[in-house]
T-cell receptor, first 114, second 111 residues
Framework: NAGVTQTPKFQVLKTGQSMTLQCAQDMNHEYMSWYRQDPGMGLRLIHYSVGAGITDQGEVPNGYNVSRSTTEDFPLRLLSAAPSQTSVYFC?????????????FGPGTRLTVL | EDKVVQSPLSLVVHEGDTVTLNCSYEVTNFRSLLWYKQEKKAPTFLFMLTSSGIEKKSGRLSSILDKKELFSILNITATQTGDSAVYLCAVPNSGNTPLVFGKGTRLSVIA
């Protein structure tokens, strides 16, 4: 199993450009999430999904869109990039269930917006 | 409003020291608390705690949960330079929502 994969690993954008960060998992996990990590801020939840066709906002959703058309994929779209979106982005997935399960993280995408 | 607060935010110790990292939380319908270690890449899972007073142990690392006082501690004994990392504490916010993370404790172990 590849686990959780993210592409690209690095990206530089100009202000106003749009792009999609890709995330895929091959563990048949129901839950998938996007976090951003900034220095001194820990991991902050952007959007999440509890299954195909279902998404919801996290703590910092503004400027980002998501969709979940399949169990495996959960892309994150930046509509019009801003310097404030410079960050490291992590995708994560986990099983659903009555007891909470460990989240598995992808390797991250380092995004710089100029 | 922070739901997960970690302390200290940073810590520098010498090899061989024992350290205690703290995590307090405030969530409705508590289910579990998780500890992760993050070096220069993605967080890696250490422990998941669901019951008070039951210590989880892995080598020199151990952790315990106090559900009455709403906190957890992560202990590392006989620290090594390889323990240098950011240690993250997280809880599911409510229901089945994903994890809410604290800001982390940056541990630096010097030889």
């Amino acid at each position: 199993n590849a686990g959780v994969t993210q592409t690209p690993k690095f990206q530089v954008l100009k202000t106003g450009q749009s792009m999609t960060l890709q995330c895929a998992q091959d563990m048949n996990h129901e839950y998938m999430s996007w976090y951003r990590q900034d220095p001194g801020m820990g991991l902050r939840l952007i959007h999440y999904s509890v299954g195909a066709g279902i998404t919801d906002q996290g703590e910092v959703p503004n400027g980002y869109n998501v969709s979940r058309s399949t169990t495996e994929d959960f892309p994150l779209r930046l509509l019009s990039a801003a310097p404030s979106q410079t960050s490291v982005y992590f995708c994560a997935s986990s099983y659903a269930g009555l007891s909470y399960n460990e989240q598995f993280f992808g390797p991250g995408t380092r995004l710089t917006v100029l | 409003e922070d739901k997960v607060v970690q302390s200290p935010l940073s810590l520098v110790v010498h090899e061989g020291d024992t350290v205690t990292l703290n995590c307090s939380y405030e969530v409705t319908n508590f289910r579990s608390l998780l500890w992760y270690k993050q070096e220069k890449k993605a967080p890696t899972f250490l422990f998941m705690l669901t019951s008070s007073g039951i210590e989880k142990k892995s080598g020199r690392l151990s952790s315990i949960l106090d559900k009455k006082e709403l906190f957890s501690i992560l202990n590392i004994t006989a620290t090594q330079t390889g323990d240098s990392a950011v240690y993250l504490c997280a809880v599911p916010n409510s229901g089945n929502t994903p994890l809410v993370f604290g800001k982390g404790t940056r541990l630096s172990v010097i030889a």
